[in-house]
C-alpha cells in the first residue's frame, strides 16, 4: 500500500473550499489501484490510477509520491473499490492517448499494479441539499469525476459503522 | 513593400520550422506539469488563456472576419454577441455533468443513457458537420498560399491537405502553450499593424475610418428587427446564436475534448470563461478592420476582390513592410494548421472510438488501433479536401464554418438537453428528436429565415419531439439515469452527507465560485451590448 503526500495542507484546503461555496470540510484518503506507464525495465513515466468505481483513470506523472502510512490517524479512508483489470487499464490508456495522441510507444506495465491512497479533501455546502465537493490533496483541484467513488465509499462506510448498527 | 519577397519566404519558413521544433523539444516537458491529470502548475494563467484563445483565433477568424466586416460592417457581431451567455450555460449545465460522467468521447454519454443507436447517430452528425467545416478551415491557409504565390487555389488546397494529413499522421505539432502564445501575439501583432498601417494612409486618420462607417450605415450592430428573415438582428443573435454556440462549444467533439480532457471542472470551466470573455472583443477587432478596409479602398479608389477572404491576405502581402509580411503570413498558416490537427485528430479519434471499438473490432490491441487512427485521418483529409473546393464559393468563410454547423447543431444540443435535463425521456425519443430536429433544420433552411433561427428550431423541434415520443416507451432505468441523476441527490446519501457535514469543520463564509463566474459572463454581455448601443447612437447621431 503506498499513500500519497498530501501536499494542500489545512489552511490552502479551506481557502480552496471557501471558493466552491463549502460551509464544512475534512481530510480523507480514497483507496485506488496504481499501474505503471513506460517501457519494461525502465522507471515508470507516469502511473493510471483507478478503482471499481472510478468512470476513467487518473494519471500521475513521473514517480508517486509515497509518504508514511502513520501520518493522519483518524482521517476517513474510504474504500474505491477493487481493482480493475488489465485490460480495463490499457482500454483506459489507449483512449488517453486518442484524445492526446502523444506518447505512443508507452505501455501499461501489469506487474507493477498495487494499492495506493490518494489525499482528498471532502466539503460539504448545506443548502436544500448538501453537496459534497471533492478536492484532490495533491494539487487541490475540485475532481468531480472522483465524486461516485467517494460517495459509494460513504455509504460502505456508513452501512458498516457501529452507529449504523 | 507590395509583394511576398525571398525575405518573407525564409521569415515564413524559420517560424513554421521553429514552431515544429519548438513543440517537439518541449511538448514533453508540458505534458508533465499541464497536461496530466493532478500535475503541478507552474505555467501562469495568462499563459494557458492566451493559448486558449489561439486555438479559438483560428486563421478562419484572421481571413473571413475582415471580409465580413467589409461586406456588412459591425451588424455580424451580432452572431457572435451571445457567446457569454452560451458559455455561462455551458458552465452551469453540461460541463459539471460530462465531467462527473468521465468519458473521452462526448457521445458515450448518450449511449450511456439513450443506447447505441443515440450515440452513433449523434457521432455521425458530429463526423459530418465537421468534416465539411474542416474543408473550410482547409480553404483558408490554401487561399493565403494561392494569394502569395499567385498559384492557382486548388492547386494550394491539394498541397495543404497533403500537408496537414502528413503532419496530424506523424504525430502532430505538439500544443506547446508557450507556441500558442507567440501565434497569439503574431495574428494580433498583424491586426494592429495592419490597423496602424491603414489609419495612416488616411489623410484624415481615425477620422475618415469613424466618418466613412457612420455614413455607411456600418457600426450599426444592434438591429431590434422582429423580422425573422433579417439575417443579423439581435433577436437571431440571442435566440438562434446563443444555441449556436451552446452547441459548438458544447457537444461538438472537437471543442469540448479540451474540456473532457481537462483534469477538473475548474480547468475546463476555465477555457470557457477564456473563450466567453475574449472572443467578442476579438471579433469586433477582425470586424473593424473589414470597416477600416472598406474607408481604405474607397479612399484609394481601389477594386475589391471578388473573393472577400482574399481582401486581408491581400492588403497584408501589399501594405506591410518586408518581413512582417512573411511573420504574419507564417501565424496565420500555423494557426491553420494547428486548428486542422485538432480537427483531423477529434474526426479521426471519434471513429476508432465511437464507431470501429464499438462495431468492427472492439478487441484489438493498440497498435491496432492506431493504425485504423491514421487511415482515418487519411480519409477525414480527403473528405475535406473534396469539400474545400466548394468553399469558395460559399462566401466568407467565417459565415460558412457557422452556416455548416447550424445544419446540425439545434438538434444535436437538443438530445443532449434531454439526456441531461429529462429523467423521462428514452432512446426511442431521442433517435425522433433527431431525425425531426434535423428535417425542421432542412425545412427552414429552405425559406427565407435567418440561418441563425435554424439552431433554435433544430433545439425546439429535437425537444418537444423527442420528450413527446419518449412517452410511448418506458422510462429510462435507473442504471441509464446514473450520469444524468446526482446520486448525492437520493435520500439516504443526504442522510450520510448531512452526518458528515454537521461533524466536519467550519471552512468559514461562502462564496460561490462558479456562480460568480457565471454571473461575471452575463454582465460582461450586457457591457459588450452597450458599448456597442453606444457607438451605433453615436454613428447616427
Redesign the interface.
Known sequence: MVRLARRLDVSAA?AK??????????PAWLSLWAVAIGRPAQAPR?WLMAAEH???A?????ALPAQSTDAEDGTALLDGGDCPSTAEF?RW????????????PL?VQPQTRCAVQLPLW???R?GR????IVL?G??G?????L??AV?AA??EN?LCSPMRR | MGAFTWWDTVVLIIYVVGIAWVGARF?KDQ???Q???????KIPGWAIGLSVMATQASAITFIGAPGWGFEGGLERLATFINVPLAMAVLILVLV?VF??????SIYELLERRFGALTRSLAALLFLIARGLATGVVLYAPALVLSVVTGWNVNLTIVLMAVIAVSYTVL??I?AVIWTDVIQMFVLWLGAILSMVLMVSSLPGGWGDVFEFGAANGMFNTIDFSLDPTVTYSIWAGLIGGVVMHIAYFGTDQSQI?RV??S?????GQRSLLIGGYLLVPQMLLFLFIGVMLAAYYQQHGLTAPENLNELFPRYVVEAFPVGITGLVIAGVFAAAMSSLDSAL?SLS?VT??DFYARYVNADAD?RH??KV?RWATIFWGLYATVFAFFAGNLGPVIEAVNRIGSWFYGALLGVFLLAILSHRSNGRGAVAGIVLGMAAVWAVSNTDVSWLYQNFVGLVVSLVVGYGVSLTAPAPSREQL?DVVI???AP???A????????????????????WRCIGLVVWFFMALALLGGLQLWANG
Do not use: C
Not at chain 1, 490508456?93 to 505512443?104: N, V
Not at chain 1, 483541484?141 to 469525476?145: D, F, I, Q, S
Not at chain 2, 497536461?35 to 502548475?41: Q, S, V
Not at chain 2, 483534469?263 to 480547468?267: D, H, K, S, V, Y
Open positions: 479551506r473550499l471557501e471558493r466552491f461555496g463549502a460551509q464544512r470540510f475534512e507516469a472510478t468512470p476513467r487518473l494519471l500521475w506523472p513521473g490499457e490508456w489507449l483512449w488517453e492517448r486518442l484524445a492526446r495522441p502523444r506518447r505512443w505501455r471532502l466539503g460539504y448545506d441539499q448538501v453537496r459534497l484532490s495533491l494539487s483541484e475540485a475532481l468531480g469525476a465524486k461516485p460517495l460513504l455509504r456508513w | 511538448g505534458e508533465s506539469t497536461d496530466y491529470f493532478l500535475g503541478g502548475r459539471p465531467h462527473r460522467a468521465g468519458i473521452y504525430g502532430g505538439s475534448q473532457l480532457t483534469p477538473t471542472i475548474a480547468e485528430n479519434a476508432v472510438r493498440e488501433y492506431l487512427s446514473a446520486e448525492e441527490t439516504d446519501m443526504q450520510i452527507l448531512k452526518g458528515r457535514s454537521d461533524a466536519a469543520e467550519i471552512v468559514g463564509r461562502d462564496a460561490r465560485l462558479t456562480r
